[in-house]
């Protein structure tokens, strides 16, 4: 099955619920509604044509100028026997991200998903214990969003426009509580 | 019936008949020595079992994902040195290939081929590291001094090609920064020659030695299919039977011209990841073999080449940016970050010595990554940890531990 027979496959199946697709070195990426995301892993993971069996990786993008899905929470699932990737997106709105956990279809994704919470603050919601994985539990902010600026801010030859993409981003505070 | 009994002790309260009573908590780790690196474990003991375990990570935490965020794409090749410090060159390789394969650079086919030699050393001397370690923490550490020789001999040859032994900066985008040298070919041919005696000596002290396979056979194992769930890779995955590796998967720097067996174990325990290791060291000797044939059989000036000619993102030689304005030029542009990548993103993984080693890069057109996650193969499958030792003893626990082959860069970026 390649990936146009994949496209087609999940087209017939949710429709509207998913769109955006594009291929991206081999690796078919496809956007879908949130709330869905569970229904499609599970398709995925039960149709036995399908067999995406492996969760790969699990990790999110923040773009702060996407209206309502700044975050994105992004899934690479892996069918061992016909080598093939699929990366499954879902766009989140940064003041309630949540979406559902994947820790009942593979174990892979209890700490991935720590992560995201850690670094994004995504809300895995039924998640079995949803901590922060890498920083300190008093944080109070999550520090891969792009509002955190990574340099010292006096320094101009390390501005943003001096890579390539002007340099308007809000800096926001950050503060760790005592 | 009905009543609960209640025992009181100092200040502690407990209904009679529960857990708490019986068990004690203990930390292991962060800075035990049996642990070899930061890993701290809570765990509820009974006697000498393990009822349940905690792992936390994150204590060498260094936000390296972050940090690429703001850097040109040459300065995060020492980030991921400072993954898997065992076998850097492995790091830094796959990262000049995800950079390559996403901007499209032909790398010529020597340079491809002294990459294969180069990742296959450093396969060779993480998984002398990691069984060496297992034969210590069995209470055997004679097969560690004489592994450790070779392990120095590996280092030497990369300090022959980039200067540096642990966190190496090895190779460039687009190749090599300089062919290597005489000294550094006649230690690799050194080291295929008399590296099998050792090994075999080696595998002569352990494969049947009754301690060792006391300690390690059934202890730590895991079924195909909770591995696969865990999200295993590499060595440990192969050693519950599922022979998956990347180099055979999607292969990458001309794996697909190379003859090797995938080793593959069926328990999953302790013993099976020790074999899959030690046999790994038999591929990838003949792979080195292999290659090294295959760069004697070049003509022309193939044989010369071990660089790809790709001026936007190659440092040119230093001698060129002394005496020629365009390599001036563009020494100047990648030094200074000032190297556009196309928009997009790529999902490129290599067989690293302790699982798939996948490079996430997200790019929205700038100098730098807009995203750069790395899939770390020991941070998810550490896990499994608990599950891998829960009902086992504490020593048991410590030889999985090492049989996993964890390294804490790796674990917390």
Redesign the interface.
């Known amino acids: 099955m390649d990936n146009t027979n994949l496209q087609e496959r999940l087209v017939q199946k949710f429709g509207e619920q998913i769109f955006g697709f594009e291929e ?2 081999g ?1 078919l ?1 496809l956007y879908a509604d949130k709330n869905i995301n569970l229904k499609i892993m599970q398709f995925l993971y039960d149709e036995e044509d399908l067999a995406f ?5 699990l ?1 999110a ?2 773009y702060p100028n996407q209206e309502g899905a700044e975050l994105e929470v ?1 899934y ?1 699932m892996y069918n ?1 026997y016909r ?1 093939q ?1 699929i ?1 499954l997106n879902f766009g989140l709105d940064i003041n309630q991200p949540d979406i559902f956990t994947a820790t009942k279809l ?3 994704s ?3 998903e720590r ?1 995201c919470y850690d ?1 994004y603050g995504v809300n895995f919601v039924g998640h079995p214990n949803l901590i ?4 300190v539990d008093e944080m109070d902010y999550h ?2 969003r792009k509002e ?1 600026p ?2 010292d801010q006096t320094r101009r030859d ?1 501005d943003d426009e ?4 002007g340099g308007d981003f809000s800096y926001g505070n950050m503060n760790i509580k005592g | 019936m009905g009543k609960v009994k209640s025992k009181k002790k100092g200040n502690i309260n407990l209904p009679e008949g529960s857990l708490e009573k019986k068990t004690i908590t203990l930390n292991l780790g962060p800075t035990h020595p049996a642990t070899h690196g930061v890993f701290q474990n809570i765990l509820e003991i009974d006697g000498e079992i393990i009822k349940s375990a905690v792992p936390t990570v994150g204590y060498i935490h260094r936000a390296f994902e972050k940090i690429a965020e703001r850097r040109p794409l040459y300065q995060i090749t020492p980030l991921t040195d400072r993954l898997n410090y065992c076998s850097a060159p492995l790091n830094n390789l796959g990262w000049h290939m995800t950079v390559e394969k996403f901007v499209g650079i032909e790398v010529p086919k020597r340079a491809s081929y002294m990459r294969v030699i180069i990742m296959e050393l450093a396969r060779i001397a993480d998984h002398i590291v990691c069984n060496s370690i297992m034969g210590v923490d069995t209470g055997a550490f004679t097969g560690f001094l004489y592994m450790m020789k070779y392990r120095e001999l590996i280092y030497e040859i990369y300090e022959e090609i980039c200067g540096s032994r642990l966190t190496t900066n090895i190779g460039r985008i687009g190749g090599f920064e300089r062919d290597f040298t005489e000294a550094a070919w006649e230690k690799i041919n050194k080291l295929v020659t008399e590296f099998p005696d050792v090994l075999t000596e080696f595998e002569n002290l352990f494969v049947r030695n009754r301690i060792f396979m006391d300690r390690t056979q059934g202890v730590g194992g895991i079924s195909a299919e909770r591995a696969l769930n865990y999200g295993f890779t590499g060595p440990n995955l192969r050693a519950a039977g599922v022979d998956y590796d990347v180099r055979i998967a999607k292969p990458y720097s001309r794996y697909d011209e190379f003859e090797f067996d995938i080793p593959v174990g069926t328990t999953g325990d302790c013993y099976d990841r020790f074999q899959v290791r030690g046999q790994e060291m038999w591929q990838s000797l003949s792979i080195i073999k292999q290659a090294l044939a295959k760069i004697d059989a070049l003509e022309g000036e193939e044989a010369t080449l071990y660089h790809a000619d790709a001026p936007d993102f190659y440092l040119p030689l230093k001698k060129d940016v002394y005496t020629k304005m365009e390599a001036l030029i563009y020494h100047f542009k990648i030094i200074m970050g000032e190297v556009e990548m196309p928009v997009g993103e790529i999902y490129n993984s290599i067989e690293g010595a302790n699982g798939e080693l996948g490079y996430y890069l997200v790019s929205d057109g700038g100098r730098s990554p807009y995203r750069l996650h790395f899939r770390r193969p020991c941070f998810i499958y550490y896990q499994a940890y608990p599950e891998l030792i829960v009902g086992g003893m504490i020593s048991d626990a410590i030889i999985t531990m090492s049989s996993l082959n964890l390294i804490a860069g790796e674990l917390d970026a």
């Not at chain 1, 069996?53 to 990786?57: E, G, K, P, V, Y």
Request: a positive charge.
């Open positions: 991206n070195f690796i990426k069996r492996f969760l790969t990786d990790t993008v923040h992004t690479l061992m080598n990737h990366r593979f174990e892979t209890n700490w991935l992560e670094f922060r994985v890498m920083n520090p891969l955190f990574l340099e390390k001096m890579f390539g993409r």
